[in-house]
């Protein structure tokens, strides 16, 4: 806890769907007042001018790979949550494929321990699915953890469920948001060796939307509703990359009543397939970077709600793992410092509103996770919040990237929006590329 006050004053306000002038009063952790106009009334008020700039809640990032522990050569907790905080992200939940995996109750609380000293974001962990940890997955109590993941294609050492008896009993079983990776291992599998055999491992990347194709996400992905709808389980779909996985969806129901969810991520709104020939590996994700239709399609879903929310599935790798060859370079790419930015260069393609992002990146995953009191700026909340300049071009380069990894697939591009200061619990844990030594990072609770 800290005592500090700050009122932040001429803010454009982003919330619910409209943007108006206001004062933003912070005391200690919470927002206490929103109005037209508040007067700093004691001396230790720290007053904040925020004139022409925009204000809205911190981004809650559903999907993040931090490699902690296990995989720290690659990232940490710590260096990627303080890039999350630079790009206006100030809750993740983090995904279970580490070394160990998440599997086990121990593994799990092992991690909440490393992130209640290190975070610099509010946090929460996915707990892992597996053929055999029924057991383990009866014991993950759904008001402190943000949910389970599955992973029903290709994925990381034994986290694949394919075992169909397995995956009806979880389906069943439990009553835990069940958040699925699908891409259909068997057909994947079959594509690949037809390429292989074509070009050995050297194969050019462009053909990976080929071997991951559009058939192997729909099939897994049809598969994963249907059972879901057979169980009455509640299921969220990770990472939709296909125009024909849209059609799944439904946009008749309010998101808080849905039982059945979608998200996207940012670099399938913003590449497609003719980005291969310059970026290489270094876009090779799963599942993959498909065409241009696909990402008009996906964008157009977002917007008519079939899709409820945003993430950045930020999977961060060495880039000299990523300099390898097709078959051994690994999917996956950082993300969280530039998302935010990507999705407002975005508005200023006249391809979203800044409503339209608040609401799908910040509004939709409080509501989907059920997380409390955060995604919102409203009297009583947590005082995440995140001050935007929306002409303030910077280009992103070596010297400004902060993943540990040090690269990024935006590099070289140059954002008209900048984020200036990140608000964390109430406290301004970042300003302009600086951080703060102080950490007021919280761990994330569900109203469930």
Same mark, same amino acid.
């Given at each position: ?52 700039? +925009? ?27 303080? @890039? ?36 610099? @974001? ?72 037809? +390429? ?21 996400? +729909? ?23 296909? @125009? ?7 946009? %008749? ?22 980005? +291969? ?22 964008? %157009? ?9 945003? @993430? ?129 990072? %919280? ?6």
């Amino acid at each position: 806890m800290h005592n500090k006050k700050t009122l932040i004053k001429n803010a454009k306000i982003v919330n619910e769907g409209t943007i108006f002038n206001g004062d933003i009063l912070i005391e200690g952790e919470f927002i206490t007042k929103i109005g037209a106009s508040i007067s700093a009334k004691s001396a230790d008020v720290n007053v904040f001018d925020a004139e022409g700039k +925009y204000v809205i809640p911190g981004a809650i990032d559903d999907q993040v790979h931090f490699r902690e522990p296990g995989l720290t050569h690659k990232a940490n907790i710590e260096t990627e949550s303080r @890039a999350a905080i630079a790009g206006g992200i100030t809750s993740f939940i983090e995904m279970p494929n580490t070394n160990p995996q998440t599997t086990t109750i121990e593994k799990l609380n092992d991690k909440f321990e490393i992130a209640s000293k290190k975070a610099w @974001a509010n946090y929460s962990f996915m707990f892992g699915g597996t053929n055999d940890n029924l057991e383990e997955i009866l014991k993950v109590n759904k008001k402190e953890v943000a949910g389970l993941k599955l992973f029903l294609g290709s994925s990381t050492g034994n986290m694949l469920v394919d075992n169909p008896e397995i995956l009806e009993k979880i389906f069943t079983s439990t009553d835990l948001l069940i958040s699925v990776h699908c891409e259909d291992e068997v057909t994947i599998k079959k594509n690949l060796d037809i +390429y292989k055999e074509r070009y050995g491992d050297d194969i050019p990347v462009n053909f990976h939307p080929i071997i991951r194709s559009e058939e192997a996400c +729909y099939i897994s992905s049809s598969k994963a509703i249907e059972l879901a709808k057979k169980t009455g389980a509640r299921l969220h779909v990770f990472h939709l990359s296909t @125009a024909k996985e849209t059609e799944l969806f439904d946009n %008749k129901i309010p998101l808080k009543d849905k039982k059945i969810t979608a998200e996207v991520c940012i670099h399938h709104l913003w590449f497609s397939d003719k980005d +291969y020939d310059e970026k290489g590996t270094l876009i090779k994700w799963n599942p993959a970077v498909k065409t241009e239709n696909d990402r008009a399609q996906l964008l %157009k879903a977002l917007l008519d709600d079939k899709i409820d929310v945003i @993430a950045t599935d930020h999977a961060p790798h060495t880039f000299e793992e990523k300099s390898n060859v097709y078959t051994s370079a690994p999917s996956g790419g950082p993300l969280v410092q530039h998302a935010l930015p990507a999705l407002l260069e975005m508005y200023h393609d006249g391809d979203i509103s800044i409503e339209k992002i608040v609401e799908k990146f910040c509004h939709n995953p409080a509501i989907l996770f059920e997380v409390e009191k955060r995604g919102y700026i409203r009297e009583g909340y947590y005082a995440d919040l995140v001050v935007v300049d929306l002409n303030n071009p910077w280009t992103v380069n070596k010297d400004n990237i902060l993943y540990k990894c040090g690269w990024s697939p935006f590099e070289g591009t140059t954002f008209k929006s900048r984020i200036t200061h990140t608000f964390v619990n109430g406290g301004l844990a970042y300003k302009n590329f600086k951080f703060y030594e102080t950490n007021y990072a %919280k761990r994330l609770t569900f109203n469930r």
